[in-house]
């Protein structure tokens, strides 16, 4: 540590941040952060971890001298603020006398949006060596928690596919394949769920450790509108936020927009295109944490290559902004159109990102005593209203998913209980050992959006002029509770002795005893399927059962598996019952019902280019968890044939046709996307597609006696182009029609089907540009099996269901029989974004046999 001048950004890296045709890469980019931090006492740079790949992930702490030393005690503060129970008001007073302003920025979640970790040296370089006014005060004044990378690993793979394109016809095209190991963009949608491990590094910082006042997650948008959008939010509004949280926005908001305009920076948008009931990306769950969670957005380049842009092609009507592109109350000074460079998206990120830590310098004060109100009103809220608390029972179809349904909330810093006696709660009773989250806590909001029903607005801010549905800026629900299938009970009023709850406490798992028969699994629990495959992995034979088997201690479910007793599973089953929290049954008499021997299945599943397929990725890490062995399968593979040679099951993920085949992909991307965005260009060798010699290989491969699984739209490929008697009821239908963007339906299971073993008779299953089927008559209708259907009414549990008639009775999963195989058509999002802990079992249950 020193005081030392570094060197700028420029003179390091040989190029200015932002220049044409130049990209820092993060190796890069970390040596510099290290550097800065040997030669000034105002930066610190923390390394919280390795990254999905093993690459450092990096939090960097720029302050004053004095406030650096005193990092702790201000961290405590922020804290204590975030969570005012038990403080007066004088001495809430004093704390934020005493404390500082945290204001946490992040950059490039999404790898190819690039600008913000380009920015960031030369932001940071600014601060520590700045010595304006305006510098001192914020370094002063102010904790600037900045998160220069949030995805190291896509930032290295997108800087190396730009150079190595670099001066080629397809210099700037995008990356092919997904822009992170498994989820590319998706990574701002793991906010509550916190699969990936970068996502857990920024929720230890926001969520626990630090707590700020503010976070700005620096994004990219299309090229053909607005340069740049910056808060607040449109309409619709979620309902759990405190209110204080929309006034903030307007207010960083409008000192980002007087200090761009200042800055002579046209074509700023704000209060427009980006709504505030959005999916708990970490730009919008950080409302309900009662943080100011913002979003900027900047028109892309092609990565660091100019795009030029006719002022004829630029356009308006977006949300909240007239269909011309024109000057307006949140769009007063229009950019006219030109060159559009890294180097500008660089330089109006920074003045946001400056003007933020300029205004929370300014009203420190008010910053922090804000942030108390917002918590304090909270628990007030909870208090008052109803209701009063969830209850997570002990009895659960699942109970391990339940408790690790409790251990994501305590990631979220939401305090949960854990009751010391019998107690009584809406006249019910639960025994000794229940969890409990009351409302009366600062983080209320959260509370009642993951766990309570959530209804989409159906209302002017979500129907176009003509009444026609507006999409939602993601899933129309993101509730935790109904995705991993857990029952919680909303309750008015509880009695009882509680404890706060600092870790899970899981069943330490046992094997009851020695059998020379054998032991039962419960099928209904998700880890059984890591058991199994562990057993299988070490040669141990396991069966499963085809009907239902009483013993005295538990009633298992059909599809239950029966590990019989042989050499070494004794030692095998404690080993699995130790390390998974699983109870082994030894079994006293033999069973009565049918039973045959599982075998693992040789699992392939297709992977495409055209960007990546977010659905293939998200299914690859579930699988890893699960230890599923599988292969992925490219275009030349299957178009090969002969696939049952190798495969027993091949999957496709949740797709549309054209970008599985190949064929008519610019006409869907036109489709789609209307001329907003156009169809990248790229290389001959990552333009993918099965075409139709893949079909008839896939169709040969079933006929064969291989398993086809199409999850959700790939559901329409065998339906269209095997000929299969089954219709999409959906098809063609207007959204005026019918309209159910990402919500959790309720539905009926056949769970005495192999595919439906260990499902609960009723389901909440999610939908998401799903269809709904229906057999068509034929002469070997006993060949079509439907596992999943809809109710005959009260079919949307949480989200947005516009024609609830078109759903009834319909099937939602088919086993359809064609040769010697068999087409598993799953028409929902049964392991979307590894969140749907509660349907994982019909994909799980289709790669065993």
Same mark, same amino acid.
């Given at each position: 540590?020193?005081d030392?001048?570094?060197?700028?950004p420029?003179e390091?890296?040989?190029?200015?941040?932002?220049?044409d045709r130049?990209?820092a890469?993060w190796?890069?980019?970390?040596?510099?952060?290290?550097?800065?931090?040997?030669?000034s006492e105002k930066i610190?740079?923390?390394e919280?971890?390795?990254?999905t790949?093993?690459?450092p992930?990096?939090?960097?702490?720029i302050?004053?001298?004095e406030?650096?030393?005193n990092?702790?005690?201000?961290?405590?503060i922020s804290r204590r603020?975030?969570d005012p129970?038990?403080?007066s008001e004088?001495?809430a007073?004093?704390?934020?006398e005493?404390?500082k302003a945290?204001?946490?920025?992040?950059?490039s979640?999404?790898?190819?949006?690039?600008?913000?970790?380009?920015m960031?040296?030369?932001?940071a370089?600014?601060?520590?060596t700045g010595?304006?006014?305006?510098?001192?005060r914020?370094l002063?004044?102010v904790?600037?928690?900045?998160i220069p990378?949030?995805?190291?690993?896509g930032?290295?793979?997108v800087?190396?596919?730009?150079n190595?394109?670099l001066?080629?016809?397809y210099?700037?095209?995008?990356?092919?394949w997904?822009?992170?190991?498994y989820?590319?963009?998706?990574?701002?949608?793991?906010?509550?769920m916190?699969?990936?491990?970068?996502?857990?590094y920024?929720?230890?910082?926001?969520?626990?450790?630090w707590?700020p006042?503010?976070?700005?997650d620096?994004?990219?948008?299309g090229?053909y509108?607005a340069?740049?959008?910056?808060?607040?939010?449109?309409?619709?509004?979620?309902?759990?936020?405190?209110?204080?949280?929309w006034?903030?926005h307007?207010?960083?908001?409008a000192?980002?927009?007087?200090?761009?305009?200042?800055?002579g920076?046209?074509?700023v948008?704000?209060?427009a295109?980006?709504?505030?009931?959005g999916?708990?990306?970490?730009?919008w769950?950080t409302e309900?944490h009662?943080?100011?969670?913002?979003?900027?957005?900047?028109?892309?380049?092609?990565l660091?290559?100019?795009?030029?842009?006719?002022?004829?092609?630029?356009?308006?009507g977006?949300?909240g902004?007239s269909s011309t592109?024109e000057a307006?109350l949140r769009?007063?000074?229009?950019?006219?159109?030109?060159?559009?460079r890294?180097?500008?998206?660089?330089e109006?990120q920074?003045i946001?990102?400056?003007?933020?830590?300029?205004?929370?310098a300014k009203n420190r004060?008010?910053?922090l005593w804000?942030?108390y109100?917002?918590?304090?009103r909270?628990?007030?809220?909870g208090?008052?209203?109803?209701p009063?608390?969830?209850?997570?029972p002990?009895?659960?179809?699942?109970?391990?998913t339940?408790?690790?349904m409790?251990?994501?909330l305590?990631l979220?810093?939401?305090?949960?209980?854990?009751?010391?006696?019998e107690?009584?709660?809406?006249?019910?009773?639960?025994?000794?050992?229940?969890?409990?989250?009351?409302?009366?806590?600062p983080?209320m909001?959260?509370?009642?959006?993951?766990?309570?029903?959530?209804?989409?607005?159906?209302?002017?801010?979500?129907?176009?002029?003509d009444g026609?549905?507006?999409?939602?800026?993601d899933t129309?629900?993101?509730t935790?509770a109904?995705?991993?299938g857990?029952?919680v009970?909303?309750?008015?009023?509880v009695?009882?002795e509680?404890?706060?709850?600092?870790?899970v406490?899981?069943? =330490? +798992?046992m094997?009851?005893?020695?059998? $020379?028969?054998g032991?039962l699994l419960?099928t209904? %629990?998700? !880890?059984s399927? /890591?058991?199994?495959?562990?057993?299988?992995?070490?040669?141990?034979?396991?069966?499963?059962?085809?009907?239902?088997v009483d013993t005295?201690?538990?009633?298992?479910?059909?599809g239950?598996?029966?590990?019989?007793?042989?050499e070494g599973?004794?030692?095998?089953?404690?080993?699995?019952?130790?390390?998974?929290h699983?109870?082994?049954?030894?079994?006293r008499?033999?069973?009565?019902?049918?039973?045959?021997?599982v075998?693992?299945?040789r699992?392939?599943?297709?992977?495409?280019?055209?960007?990546?397929?977010m659905? =293939? +990725?998200?299914?690859r890490?579930?699988? $890893?968890?699960?230890?599923?062995?599988y292969?992925t %399968?490219m !275009?030349?593979? /299957?178009k090969?044939?002969?696939?049952?040679?190798k495969?027993?099951?091949?999957?496709?993920?949740?797709?549309?046709?054209?970008?599985?085949?190949?064929e008519?992909?610019?006409?869907?991307?036109?489709?789609r996307f209307?001329?907003r965005?156009?169809?990248?260009?790229?290389p001959?060798?990552?333009?993918?597609?099965?075409?139709?010699?893949?079909?008839?290989?896939l169709?040969e491969f079933?006929e064969?006696?291989?398993?086809?699984v199409?999850?959700?739209?790939?559901c329409q490929?065998?339906?269209?182009?095997?000929r299969l008697p089954?219709?999409?009821?959906?098809?063609g239908l207007s959204?005026?029609?019918f309209?159910?963007?990402?919500?959790?339906?309720?539905?009926?299971?056949?769970?005495?089907?192999?595919?439906a073993?260990?499902?609960?008779?009723?389901?909440?299953?999610?939908f998401?540009n799903?269809?709904a089927f229906e057999?068509?008559?034929?002469?070997?209708?006993?060949r079509y099996?439907v596992?999943?259907?809809?109710?005959?009414?009260?079919?949307?549990?949480?989200?947005?269901?516009?024609?609830?008639?078109?759903?009834?009775?319909k099937?939602?999963l088919?086993?359809?029989s064609?040769?010697?195989?068999?087409?598993?058509?799953?028409g929902f999002?049964?392991?979307h974004?590894?969140q749907?802990h509660?349907?994982f079992k019909?994909?799980?249950?289709?790669?065993?046999?």
């Amino acid at each position: 540590m020193g005081d030392k001048v570094p060197p700028s950004p420029e003179e390091f890296f040989g190029f200015r941040m932002g220049a044409d045709r130049r990209l820092a890469r993060w190796d890069r980019i970390v040596e510099y952060f290290r550097l800065l931090e040997e030669s000034s006492e105002k930066i610190r740079v923390l390394e919280l971890g390795k990254t999905t790949m093993g690459n450092p992930f990096l939090l960097v702490i720029i302050t004053s001298p004095e406030n650096m030393r005193n990092l702790e005690r201000l961290s405590e503060i922020s804290r204590r603020i975030a969570d005012p129970r038990g403080l007066s008001e004088d001495e809430a007073k004093g704390l934020v006398e005493e404390g500082k302003a945290v204001i946490c920025q992040s950059m490039s979640l999404h790898a190819t949006e690039v600008g913000g970790t380009q920015m960031a040296p030369e932001l940071a370089y600014e601060l520590i060596t700045g010595d304006s006014p305006e510098i001192r005060r914020i370094l002063g004044e102010v904790v600037f928690l900045m998160i220069p990378c949030f995805n190291p690993d896509g930032q290295i793979m997108v800087v190396d596919w730009y150079n190595k394109w670099l001066g080629t016809e397809y210099e700037g095209c995008p990356l092919p394949w997904l822009y992170h190991k498994y989820v590319g963009h998706d990574n701002n949608r793991d906010a509550f769920m916190l699969n990936m491990v970068e996502s857990q590094y920024a929720a230890r910082v926001l969520f626990r450790e630090w707590v700020p006042q503010a976070y700005i997650d620096h994004h990219h948008m299309g090229s053909y509108g607005a340069r740049f959008y910056i808060p607040p939010y449109c309409d619709p509004i979620h309902p759990h936020a405190d209110p204080l949280i929309w006034r903030e926005h307007e207010w960083y908001g409008a000192h980002m927009a007087v200090k761009l305009e200042e800055a002579g920076k046209t074509g700023v948008l704000s209060g427009a295109q980006y709504l505030a009931w959005g999916h708990l990306g970490f730009h919008w769950i950080t409302e309900y944490h009662n943080i100011a969670g913002m979003l900027t957005e900047s028109a892309s380049a092609r990565l660091a290559t100019p795009i030029y842009i006719h002022r004829s092609q630029l356009r308006g009507g977006v949300r909240g902004m007239s269909s011309t592109y024109e000057a307006q109350l949140r769009f007063p000074n229009p950019w006219p159109g030109g060159w559009w460079r890294l180097r500008d998206i660089v330089e109006q990120q920074k003045i946001a990102a400056l003007a933020a830590l300029d205004l929370a310098a300014k009203n420190r004060r008010e910053v922090l005593w804000n942030m108390y109100l917002k918590a304090r009103r909270q628990v007030e809220r909870g208090e008052a209203g109803r209701p009063y608390a969830f209850v997570v029972p002990l009895e659960q179809h699942d109970p391990l998913t339940a408790l690790k349904m409790v251990e994501r909330l305590l990631l979220q810093g939401i305090e949960v209980h854990r009751a010391e006696e019998e107690f009584e709660g809406d006249g019910g009773l639960y025994p000794r050992g229940t969890y409990v989250v009351f409302l009366q806590q600062p983080k209320m909001g959260l509370i009642r959006t993951l766990l309570g029903r959530a209804l989409y607005p159906d209302n002017e801010w979500t129907r176009g002029r003509d009444g026609a549905p507006l999409r939602p800026q993601d899933t129309a629900t993101d509730t935790l509770a109904e995705f991993m299938g857990v029952r919680v009970v909303p309750v008015d009023e509880v009695h009882g002795e509680f404890s706060v709850v600092k870790k899970v406490e899981f069943p =330490e +798992g046992m094997v009851t005893g020695e059998s $020379e028969i054998g032991y039962l699994l419960d099928t209904r %629990l998700n !880890d059984s399927y /890591i058991a199994v495959n562990r057993l299988l992995t070490s040669g141990i034979e396991v069966l499963r059962v085809e009907g239902e088997v009483d013993t005295p201690d538990l009633r298992f479910p059909p599809g239950s598996f029966l590990i019989p007793h042989q050499e070494g599973v004794e030692e095998a089953l404690r080993r699995g019952s130790r390390s998974l929290h699983l109870t082994f049954h030894a079994l006293r008499e033999e069973v009565e019902v049918g039973v045959r021997e599982v075998r693992r299945l040789r699992v392939g599943m297709y992977q495409r280019y055209y960007g990546g397929n977010m659905d =293939e +990725g998200w299914t690859r890490w579930l699988l $890893e968890q699960y230890e599923f062995p599988y292969a992925t %399968l490219m !275009d030349e593979e /299957i178009k090969g044939g002969d696939l049952a040679e190798k495969y027993d099951v091949i999957i496709l993920p949740n797709d549309p046709v054209p970008l599985i085949t190949g064929e008519k992909v610019e006409e869907y991307f036109e489709k789609r996307f209307k001329g907003r965005f156009p169809m990248p260009r790229y290389p001959p060798e990552y333009r993918s597609g099965i075409g139709e010699e893949g079909v008839e290989s896939l169709k040969e491969f079933v006929e064969a006696g291989g398993r086809l699984v199409t999850l959700n739209q790939a559901c329409q490929l065998p339906i269209e182009r095997f000929r299969l008697p089954v219709r999409d009821v959906l098809s063609g239908l207007s959204p005026k029609d019918f309209y159910c963007p990402g919500s959790t339906l309720r539905a009926l299971t056949d769970n005495s089907h192999p595919l439906a073993y260990g499902m609960p008779e009723r389901a909440l299953i999610f939908f998401w540009n799903s269809p709904a089927f229906e057999i068509l008559p034929s002469d070997r209708n006993e060949r079509y099996e439907v596992v999943v259907e809809y109710p005959d009414s009260d079919v949307l549990q949480s989200g947005w269901l516009i024609g609830e008639e078109h759903l009834r009775r319909k099937a939602a999963l088919i086993s359809a029989s064609l040769g010697e195989g068999e087409v598993v058509l799953i028409g929902f999002r049964t392991q979307h974004r590894a969140q749907t802990h509660g349907t994982f079992k019909f994909l799980f249950n289709a790669l065993l046999k």
